[in-house]
């Protein structure tokens, strides 16, 4: 069996095995879908009238279609504060340091975590997304296209932060500290565009929301979506999910192939 043999065939037990894991725990996923869908809830049925006039005095029905491209986002970066709990359980309990004994491809143990958190944030935006559109979210002037432009760049977004959370879970002591690690993934969408334009945020924090990697994936979204201008934004985004996806991998890979202490 050739080397690329192996490694598919390493890499899909331990895809099966993190995904088994999955399965038996699902409140720690569901209570990480909480912080998205409470939030939608909250911005658009408590503070929706208010908050639309940010967006030049809209209907609550267009603040809905504004925010929902964010809260997708967001819906990412909550679930993978468990991708980095998760492995840094896995870090602690020795289970890694057991993969590493083993005559087990080296690289199928991160490609496991790494598919399976992908897999499993895409099916979170899928049930997140639902929410949205049983709360009046529209696409009606996408096409097909812009759909899988739009459903690609998710994909691509949760790669990438995958890879970070991967890292942060390896290089946290234990789950506890691997949580609080990975935070940021859920705050930083707070201080982005999701919910009101940079421009209509004070001129001093203004570049703190338009310089970071969840703003111009937000307009990138809406402007496949809901067909406002993109500009500059669509490859901004791709060139911050490949440089973290980059980053994240190197760093991840660093990690794990360290002689444990």
């Known amino acids: 069996m050739s080397s690329f043999s192996l490694a598919v065939r390493d890499s899909s037990t331990m895809l099966r095995r993190n995904l088994l894991h999955a399965r038996r725990y699902p409140s720690l ?5 909480l912080t998205p869908v409470m939030l939608l809830l909250l911005f658009v ?3 929706g009238g208010t908050m639309s006039a940010g967006i030049g005095g809209g209907s609550r029905s267009a603040y809905i279609a504004y925010i929902v491209p964010g ?3 967001m819906t990412i970066g909550s679930t993978l504060v468990g991708t980095a ?3 840094a359980g896995d870090m602690s309990e020795g289970i890694i340091a057991r993969f590493r004994t083993m005559p087990v491809h080296r690289g199928s143990v991160l490609f496991g975590h790494v598919v399976g958190s992908v897999l499993q944030a895409m099916l979170s935006v899928v049930l997140v997304g639902a929410i949205g559109v049983a709360m009046g979210f529209r696409s009606t002037d996408a096409t097909v296209l812009e759909w899988l432009a739009a459903f690609g760049l998710l994909a691509l977004f949760a790669l990438a932060f995958t890879w970070i959370a991967v890292g942060m879970g390896m290089g946290s002591p234990n789950a506890e500290a691997a949580g609080n690690s990975a935070m940021p993934l859920i705050l930083l969408p707070l201080i982005s565009s999701a919910f009101v334009p940079v421009d209509a945020m ?4 203004q570049p703190i929301a338009e310089y970071q990697p969840f703003t111009p994936a937000i307009e990138t979204l809406r402007g496949l979506l809901l067909g406002t201008e993109i500009g500059d934004s669509g490859w901004i985004a791709v ?3 490949l440089v973290l996806a980059l980053v994240g991998y190197r760093w991840s890979q660093a990690q794990f192939n ?4």
């Open 202 to 205: 004070p001129g001093w924090f």
């Open 45 to 47: 049925y408590i503070f």
């Open 239 to 241: 060139a911050w999910c």
């Open 85 to 87: 709990v998760s492995v």
């Open 71 to 73: 809260i997708l986002l």
């Open 29 to 33: 996923t569901l209570n990480l879908l």
């Open 258 to 261: 360290r002689d444990p202490k």
